[in-house]
């Protein structure tokens, strides 16, 4: 390494990290299953998608299908994934369930899913439980009390008098010569 090298990094360092965005950092996009069309326009992206499952299925060749109500949005689970989810299948556990789940919106046939391939994808949602959450709003300071309040300092106003009167006239060969 040069002697440059080190400067080098340390000013790539100071340039690039404060721009990178962790994972805890990034904005999560939150869409109710019944939302297909939305859903849909968000192909290839990170999304959370919730709502409650129904008729929810295995294919012959052991593919689950978790469907949601009122909705074309569908979870699928290939077999070579099952070896995942320790506590049964995903169309069994799922089912007429209110689920969130996590993942990357692709298209099949023209319509929008998730592929489920671990368990921690997915969230159980209580009954009353509020979803998505509500951001928390930032902070903003409390107005001052009426007694903290400081009045500006009011300058009386000048007489109509004075005002009102003219000036003399300044002669200017006084001043130049």
Request: charged letters at 30%; proline letters at 10%; a negative charge.
């Amino acid at each position: 390494m040069t002697r440059q090298s080190p400067l080098i990094v340390a000013l790539l360092a100071a340039f690039l990290l404060p721009g990178a965005v962790t994972a805890d950092e990034e904005e999560t996009i939150y869409l109710a299953a019944a939302e297909a069309k939305e859903i849909a326009g968000r192909e290839g992206e990170k999304v959370t998608v919730h709502g409650i499952t129904k008729d929810s299925s295995k294919s012959a060749s052991g593919t689950n299908y978790v469907n949601f109500e009122s909705s074309e949005f569908h979870l699928v689970t290939f077999a070579s994934d099952l070896d995942q989810f320790k506590e049964g299948e995903p169309h069994e556990i799922y089912n007429d369930k209110r689920i969130a789940v996590d993942g990357v919106i692709s298209i099949y046939r023209g319509k929008p899913q998730i592929k489920l391939t671990s368990a921690n994808q997915v969230r159980f949602l209580a009954e009353d439980e509020i979803f998505p959450p509500v951001k928390a709003k930032p902070e903003q300071p409390a107005p001052p009390e009426p007694e903290e309040m400081k009045e500006a300092p009011v300058t009386p106003p000048k007489p109509a008098e004075e005002e009102a009167r003219p000036k003399p006239p300044v002669d200017w060969k006084l001043y130049f010569k």
